[in-house]
């Protein structure tokens, strides 16, 4: 079999001399040792953890913001979109999996290497809007969290936000593992602070279970969409594609056809056990607004302090908000990882232009804390929260543009060679590509018609 490397010249079209030899992520590359010869378990456990860095993008603050207004509003209608948008994310990051591990390449590489300069630049515009929304939604996240628990005004917490870079800095220089142990520990927190507080709320199971049955109403409701679209856009987001396709690359497995079918089969089994623990956490957030909120008649709230507030009184333990602000922090400390490696491989891969971590976190986060800032003191929390779930409706939009080349890469026999997808999964990848894009026009559409009547 003809190895990916070895595929035709014209493969990758624009490929700069020497560039399928640069590598991504250049200081971790290959720096997890993989045993070679060990137990299935001891292997599973060397391949551990990308997966789980992934899955941070799927709970962060944004999540909170459009899961809290889908159950307060809606009930446990919302859960099918959550369960829908979990079955996408599983699917294409185990095609961003597959274009990591086959050709050596991340995402934003591969992009490079095969769009002209024009194209490219545009691409990488585009995902920096959308790791700067992101990085929005976790300095409102933060900034709550930390007026929530000590009562810090909102435009300080966001100010401190900035230092999370000397954070990211220690864990790297102790080693990658040490990156992602952080992360995991985090998620323990997050997923044990939920599963106390949904035992509290004992929401009914059959309307549970009801809700993750898809409705034609999430369609033609327009408030409903657009929600619906927020949870789609903090669910499947496009920058953790790019982060997926270059920490598979962490582990030090063997480069041949033989090692990167095996180490395939372990970073699929690793994304799909971690989206599973997101979906949890994710629909936790939506089914706890739902029992105590919209079950209970407050069926508007849109802001996670409101939720915080009522959260003690409704359920009757006075822990309750405790616990969620506490989640809400290690949530927003936790995405903070995940999207200054994203912002550095998007910014290596398409540009090549390197920067200190610090530099490029505190870019990234400055370009956030600025917005923030303004409209906290234009228009307080409740401006804060419109913010927070617009920047995931943002991120919604901009997913086309990082899914379409991602599908058309790993469909390709001529970049993949005997690692392409096989029909059926190219079938089902481009059903999901098209499902995005007609959800985002039927969204501008009724954006246009609602500016229309106004």
């Known amino acids: 079999m003809t190895p990916p490397e070895d595929a035709a010249p014209d493969a990758w079209k624009y490929a700069d001399a020497g560039s399928a030899t640069r590598e991504s992520l250049q200081e971790v590359n290959a720096s997890v040792r993989v045993p070679a010869d060990a ?22 603050p944004g999540n909170w913001a459009t899961d809290l207004t889908g159950g307060s509003r809606f009930g446990y209608t919302l859960l099918s979109v959550i369960l829908l948008s979990n079955l996408m994310a599983i699917l294409l990051q185990a095609l961003a ?13 591969a992009c490079r290497d095969s769009y002209p300069p024009v194209v490219r630049t545009g691409l990488w515009l585009l995902c920096e809007a959308a790791i700067i929304a992101c990085d929005l939604a976790e300095v409102i996240g933060t900034a709550i969290a930390l007026n929530l628990l000590f ?14 870079a000397v954070l990211i800095l220690f864990l790297m220089h102790k080693g990658f593992r040490y990156l992602e142990a952080f992360v995991v520990a985090l998620l323990l927190i997050i997923a044990l602070c939920f599963v106390v507080q949904i035992a509290l709320a004992a929401p009914p199971v059959g309307a549970v279970l009801g809700g993750f049955i898809p409705r034609t109403e999430i369609v033609t409701h327009p408030g409903m969409l657009f929600v619906a679209m927020g949870i ?74 409101q939720a915080y507030h009522l959260m003690a009184p409704l359920l009757g333990v006075g822990f309750a908000s405790t616990l969620f602000a506490v989640a809400l922090l290690a949530s927003g400390l936790n995405s903070t990882v995940t999207a200054t490696l994203a912002g550095q491989i998007v910014m290596e891969g398409f540009m090549r232009w390197r920067l200190p971590h610090w530099a490029r976190r505190l870019l990234t986060r400055g370009l956030a804390i600025v917005p923030v800032l303004i409209v906290t003191l234009l228009y307080g929390e409740r401006g804060t929260a419109q913010l927070l779930v617009l920047s995931q409706v943002i991120l919604s939009m901009q997913l086309p543009f990082a899914v379409i080349p991602l599908i058309s890469f790993v469909g390709d026999r001529r970049k993949m060679g005997g690692f392409v997808v096989s029909n059926l999964t190219r079938a089902a990848a481009w059903t999901v590509a098209a499902l995005i894009v007609a959800l985002n026009l039927k969204l501008l559409l009724d954006v246009f018609a609602e500016l229309l009547r106004s």
């Open 39 to 60: 137990l299935w378990w001891r292997r599973l456990l060397a391949f551990l953890g990308p997966g789980y860095m992934v899955s941070v993008g799927y709970m962060d």
């Open 97 to 109: 999996a597959r274009l990591g591990i086959a050709t050596g390449r991340d995402l934003a590489q």
């Open 151 to 164: 009562g810090m005004p909102l435009a300080v917490g966001a100010l401190l936000t900035g230092l999370d």
């Open 232 to 305: 789609i856009g903090a669910t499947v987001m496009p920058h953790n594609l790019y982060l997926h396709s270059s920490i598979v690359q962490t582990r030090a497995y063997a480069r041949t056809d033989a090692g990167k079918r095996d180490a395939l089969r372990w970073a699929t089994l690793d994304s799909t056990l971690a989206l599973m623990l997101a979906l949890f956490i994710n629909a936790a957030i939506l089914i706890l607004a739902a029992a105590v909120f919209h079950g209970r008649g407050h069926d508007q709230v849109v802001e996670i302090e």
